[in-house]
């Protein structure tokens, strides 16, 4: 059986290289226009078709019990005595899941075949559906996770490229990148608890690493495991990361049904799973899971009441579901989680790509009516309307600061560097009389001219040194020092003080917190 194991290997390849064809097949121009449509889709799904084959192939053997749950195909990274291994992961749960993703990579792409045909993007869509694909089948296979989170940046990636579908369209290219740096800012942590489990353990293969953790003192697991939270709670859209999930509604529909219906909204709770040996003896960090899912869940529940279009109340319950199997994990059911994974992906993948024949069929009818208790809240319908005005606070507290602090590094440039670099130079004749006097006395030729005899970068240097010490002899050496030095320094006083005035805003202690957090990374 060793050689099925090594071609599980082959699970997140085809579909990737279905992407790379496609991606050849645009750029040397054999697929363009309607009449190729058909063989993009064929080629597409048939890469996906096999590689699901091949996952259920694995799946059943692995519930035989004649497969090892785990192969090594070399070495990916090596560094000095370390080595981060090409590794794959082949029990129950990354199979089941790589299962589940080819199936419904199968489904959306039989459906975008239609849904999709003329579309001016046709063809990189189906680039970027197969790459998704295989960067998710990456995701649950990988054997360390280092090379789970190079399928979770892929994917990500991928994410932002069909949210940005319509690219033209500035609303659509805003929310793609809302959702990216949000994710983004969760990756912080996925590395921080990859570099603090490796310090603590010295392992990075998921066994070995899981291992090492579980014999950690309680606040060294709560303290990896609430850094593993972070990118699962941002990918799977918990509160308070909940908001960029309604904005990657701008996405066709088919991408919605595998993005955020059926596969990466679930890629968190994969994450989790993956780690429940580390999460039963971290009971701080499950705690804090089972309350962020629990308040997800009732974000969801409210503020899908008040939504009127379908593709926002498939979000919204999305987002309520997702929500409770974090809590069943942090309440340490880890069976009824991955259950409710599985079931609720086919579901709402099924409900996402179902969405366009029901909006037709409800043409012309009215919206389903408000709860009673809830129409009568005033402030409670403002709420759930306006979604707890979750973005803006998130917005006030995080981006703000961050933008406030750009916007003053963008004054001091103009304000100060520009003013330095574009100071008007004087001529190095004029330098000062003791340089006038080593001219005269060993005939070395100073002056702008011989300057310019020094061509590019030395020569700019030349001039710009000789413009400050010029600057610094005719203030501070010809003139007197005495006043230019009190003026100085009380200009240097001042400034301190407005310096001191400006830490003290929020803005500037989010820099620092920045600052610290990427330094002990």
Known sequence: ??????????????????????????????????????????????????????????????????????????????????????????????????????????????????????????????????????????????????????????AGVCSYLLIAYAYDRPVAAGNATRAFVTNRVGDIGFVLAIALGFVWTGQIEWPKLLVGLAQLPPEKQNLVAACFLVPAFAKSAQVPFSPWLSRAMEGPTPSSAIFYGALMIHAGVYLVLRLEPLFVHAEVASALMAVAGLLTALYGYFCGLSQTDVKSVLAFSTLAQVGLMFLACGLGLW?????????????????????????HALCGQPTRPLPAWLANSRRGYAASLNRFWLEAAVDRACVLPVQSLAEDFDTFDRQVLDRLVDAPEPAVRGLAALANWEERRFGVPLDAEAGQGIGGLPGWIVARTASGLHWFEDRLVLKGGGVDLWRAGRWFGHSLQRLEVLLAQPRYVCLVLLISLFAIG
Not at 39 to 52: C, E, K, Q, T
Not at 128 to 134: E, I, K, N, T, W
Not at 335 to 349: D, K, N, S, Y
């Open 1 to 154: 059986m060793a050689y099925l194991e090594k071609a599980a290997v082959l699970i997140p390849i085809l579909p990737a290289a279905a992407a790379a064809g496609i991606a050849a097949g645009i750029a040397l121009g054999r697929l363009e226009g309607e009449s190729c449509e058909r063989m993009s889709g064929r080629f597409v799904r048939s890469a996906l078709g096999a590689s699901g084959l091949l996952a259920l192939l694995l799946l059943v053997l692995e519930s035989a019990g004649t497969l090892d749950a785990r192969t090594v195909l070399g070495t990916w990274l090596a560094s000095a005595d370390y080595r981060v291994l090409l590794s794959l992961q082949l029990d129950r749960l990354s199979l089941g899941l790589s299962v589940l993703i080819a199936l419904m990579a199968d489904l959306v792409a039989r459906f975008s075949v239609n849904y999709l045909h003329r579309e001016r993007g046709f063809h990189r869509f189906f680039l970027v559906l197969s790459l998704f694909a295989g960067a998710m089948q990456l995701l649950v296979l990988a054997g360390n996770p280092v090379l789970t989170l190079f399928g979770w940046e892929l």
């Open 335 to 359: 069976q009824l989680a991955a259950w409710h994974l599985f079931a609720h992906a086919v579901v709402r993948g099924y409900q996402f790509l179902a969405a366009p024949g029901l909006m």
